[in-house]
């Protein structure tokens, strides 16, 4: 999630405001050995499906950096972890990343593009009425189909995390009403995601934040219990 240098500004890639990932080569060259060492650590373990290399870098480091990056982390990997047996995963983010990033290795084997789709983040969300924002997932996936069709995509962040704007009207409602909105906000999101190779809720468990919780948001009834329906 945080590589040496870190790989975005943010303080999930270890370090706030440092961003130094893609500046010095060292940073580079010391990840693309922290990955080998973690495939070689792992390799033939049959719990391990997909190793993902990097987590959200930032927009502004480029194609320049990063597919020279994925091609030789993804020949790190496939040292010790064969394609037969483990997915490589790249990020596409944000997902306008999508045209830059998604089968940016052709002739690579087994090998996913990890987006992340919050509906919480971003600008334009106050523009929306509850309608607009809960039809929002199935008008979103219209333009991400294109991708699912050229290869392997999944969502390796969502979340019940509601807009500020929309969270502001949520609390006017009464109670039960702001149940039933929560339990359409799920319903429409894992219609979307359905369509993915697979999907990651962001986080199974967080004590007193249920919109980030996977266990709370089912237990609450805004998202079904997967484990009951067929083929899940």
């Not at 990840?31 to 870098?57: C, M, Q, T, W």
């Not at 064969?82 to 990343?97: M, W």
């Not at 987006?115 to 979103?140: A, I, N, T």
Request: negative net charge; aromatic residues 12%.
């Amino acid at each position: 999630h945080g590589l040496p240098g870190s790989q975005g500004p943010f303080d999930h890639t270890g370090r706030s405001k440092h961003f130094k990932w893609h500046t010095d080569p060292k940073n580079i060259e010391l990840s693309l050995d922290i990955i080998e060492k973690i495939a070689a650590h792992y390799a033939g373990r049959p719990e391990v499906v997909a190793f993902s290399v990097i987590n959200e870098p930032h927009e502004t480091i480029g194609r320049d950096i990063l597919v020279p990056f994925y091609e030789e982390s993804y020949e790190r990997v496939r040292r010790h972890m064969p394609a037969s047996e483990v997915a490589y995963v790249l990020s596409a983010y944000p997902e306008v990343e999508l045209p830059t990033y998604h089968n940016c290795l052709p002739g690579r084997d087994n090998v996913w593009t990890d987006v992340h789709l919050y509906q919480s983040f971003g600008d334009g969300w106050e523009k929306m009425d509850f309608l607009k924002y809960l039809q929002h997932p199935l008008e979103r996936q219209i333009g991400l189909r294109k991708y699912l069709a050229t290869g392997p995509v999944i969502v390796g962040e969502w979340s019940m995390s509601v807009a500020p704007a929309m969270a502001k009207l949520l609390k006017t409602l009464p109670p039960e009403r702001q149940e039933m909105i929560m339990r359409m906000h799920g319903f429409m999101q894992l219609t979307m995601l359905e369509e993915f190779t697979g999907w990651f809720f962001w986080s199974y468990r967080v004590d007193n934040m249920p919109h980030w919780c996977f266990r709370d948001s089912v237990e609450r009834g805004w998202l079904p219990d997967l484990s009951t329906l067929p083929n899940s």
